[in-house]
């Protein structure tokens, strides 16, 4: 040993730390990947339960298929939350490296704004990556309508052909609910009844609600105001992904809304299922 000078000794400790910490490393993705394949798994076999069960024709559902069909909403919401805290621990714990860009691209929907806005750090070792593609333009839309901004104002026709502002009810000191949907929308439809519990709950409370639809057939637009008993305002200007409402807030896709406060200030984006009612009554407390 004593052949060794100092400064060899220094690079040979330089190199050896360097092989403990990639090897470390390698192990710590090895356990998130096994973390991350094992929630895909169990939620694609959730997914396949709900479709097997949601095949059915609606009328012969028995309410013990509706019950599961709850059971297993819940469950897959409780691995999605599970998803999003394992995905921002491996934004943060291997933010130099190439590894967390397919997280990021697969959990980007559940990210909130702030969520999302650190994960797609352009001073990062993956922000180059091809999947992160889609997460930056996801946080461009957001910038749009992110919490903080005031609402912008835009006017289309309601369902009895006047026109009408979304300024009517918004910054006019109660806190509105605007809802991006449409009639030819699978997901939209789905979560109507939520919103429409929503609306039960709290209207009375002060909670206004504005539906924005990208519908094009009027028709179908008022079918399914009708059938799902939306009672709250409507408006569209009846031009699909034209619609003013897409560029003004950068929608990328539906259903998508933002709750404003009594003074028009967005305090939140995209709230569906439970986290809606949660901040409903959060506000209503």
């Not at 990639?22 to 396949?48: C, G, H, I, P």
């Not at 939350?81 to 394992?86: E, F, G, I, K, N």
């Not at 609402?151 to 806190?175: C, H, I, P, R, T």
């Not at 809802?179 to 209207?203: I, Q, T």
């Amino acid at each position: 040993m004593k052949l060794i000078y100092k400064p060899m000794k220094r690079v040979f400790l330089i190199v050896m730390l360097s092989i403990s910490f990639f090897t470390v490393q390698a192990q710590d993705r090895k356990s998130y990947e096994d973390k991350m394949n094992k929630l895909e798994k169990e939620y694609n076999s959730l997914v396949e339960l709900y479709k097997t069960i949601a095949e059915k024709n609606p009328n012969s559902l028995t309410e013990a298929d509706k019950e599961q069909m709850l059971e297993i909403t819940v469950k897959a919401d409780s691995l999605d939350s599970v998803q999003t805290v394992l995905t921002m621990e491996i934004v943060r714990k291997f933010k130099d490296s190439k590894f967390p860009a397919k997280y990021v691209e697969a959990a980007m929907y559940s990210l909130e704004y702030d969520e999302l806005k650190e994960a797609v750090d352009s001073n990062s070792g993956y922000y180059n990556e091809p999947q992160m593609e889609r997460p930056k333009k996801l946080l461009a839309s957001f910038e749009l309508r992110h919490p903080g901004m005031m609402f912008k104002d835009f006017e289309m026709l309601d369902l009895n052909g006047k026109m009408v502002k979304l300024s009517q009810w918004a910054g006019k000191g109660k806190y509105v609910f605007v809802d991006f949907w449409a009639s030819w929308c699978g997901p939209c439809l789905r979560e109507m009844p939520n919103v429409v519990e929503a609306y039960k709950r709290f209207h009375d409370k002060g909670l206004e609600i504005v539906g924005v639809s990208f519908d094009k057939d009027k028709k179908n637009w008022a079918a399914a105001v009708e059938r799902f008993g939306m009672t709250w305002p409507q408006m569209s200007d009846l031009k699909y992904w034209e619609s003013a409402a897409v560029s003004l807030y950068g929608i990328r896709g539906i259903p998508a809304n933002v709750l404003l406060d009594p003074d028009g200030k967005i305090i939140a984006l995209d709230l569906q299922g439970d986290n809606l009612q949660k901040k409903l009554e959060e506000i209503y407390k």
